[in-house]
């Protein structure tokens, strides 16, 4: 798709390859999240391939559906109680509920568990969030800037989009760039085998992490990509594989003196580009709303 500079292609290949890594990173690689969202489906909003598999998953499941109905209206009926200041002002009812719920779902849950280890064809990244250009392009405010990326093997594929661009480079030094990012995540003392430095030597203007975010800025950012970039008040940023564990804020910005992107940019992470259209469609107002009035987190007992 790269070769064909095929940009549609390229945005649904990336947001495959994305799913896959982060499905594989859930509990039993996503199968278990396939398999709680099977139970409640509709047969006929399903692949072709799957529809058969999930009639017959329905009609000898019974158990498995009645018992995740049963659960979800224990849920319900636990929102709907009066919200006690202790518990050891639950009322009966609601201590009742609370075992029945507690039992329900460990006995749910390991079933889940146990189907999820045995082979079936129910694909752990079902359902699909599929992504293409123009659903991205319309989901972006004009201020947006798309940031995302594909890790195979050798090289990363990088997307840069916007309303009216789509910008598209490979970086092969990904050797390089895994030492950089070692290194960088030990000068900011996220490696907990490493003394953590002071806040006065990691904000101070000759700070070793500075210097090593600034070859990781070039091998990523490249100087024809960042006008682009700069154009944008919010970026919203697609990591995958090991670009996950870099802070993108600190990145810093040619244009800004090398101050880091978030002293210029509102800077924000989705997991794949066709999660982007959930993540900043309009959301549902709250159906019910809890206040906390107290220092219920002081460290002293006597306080709390």
Known sequence: AVDRNDTEEIVVRMDRLQRQRFYESLPLGGRLLAWRQAIALDPRLASDELQD???????????LRTRSDRIS???????????????????????????????????????????????????RVFPALPASQEKLQTVLEPEDALLAFAVTGQEIICLLIRRNEFLLWQVDEVAQLDDLLTRLIDEIGLATDLPRPIPSAATK????????????????????????????????????????????ELLPNREFRNAPLLASKTI?????????????????????????????????????
Request: hydrophobic content about 45%; overall charge neutral.
């Open 53 to 63: 598999f999930l009639r017959e998953l329905q009609q000898n499941a019974v158990e």
């Open 73 to 123: 209206a224990l849920v319900e009926e636990l929102r709907a109680s009066p919200l006690p200041l202790d518990e050891r002002q639950l009322p009966a009812l609601t201590k009742r509920l609370y075992d029945e719920l507690r039992e329900l779902a460990e006995a749910h849950e390991s079933q889940l568990t146990l189907r999820s280890m045995s082979r079936t064809p129910l694909a």
């Open 205 to 248: 203007p000759d700070a070793a992490w500075r210097a090593t975010a600034v070859k990781l800025r070039d091998i990523l950012i490249p100087d024809d990509i960042e006008p682009s970039l700069n154009r944008a008040k919010r970026l919203i940023i697609v990591p995958n594989g090991q670009l996950w564990y870099l802070p993108f």
């Open 268 to 304: 924000a992470y989705v997991p794949t580009l066709g999660s982007i259209g959930r993540a900043f469609a309009p959301h549902a107002a709250p159906q019910s709303t809890v206040g906390l009035l107290g220092r219920i987190f002081y460290p002293d007992p006597a306080t709390n």
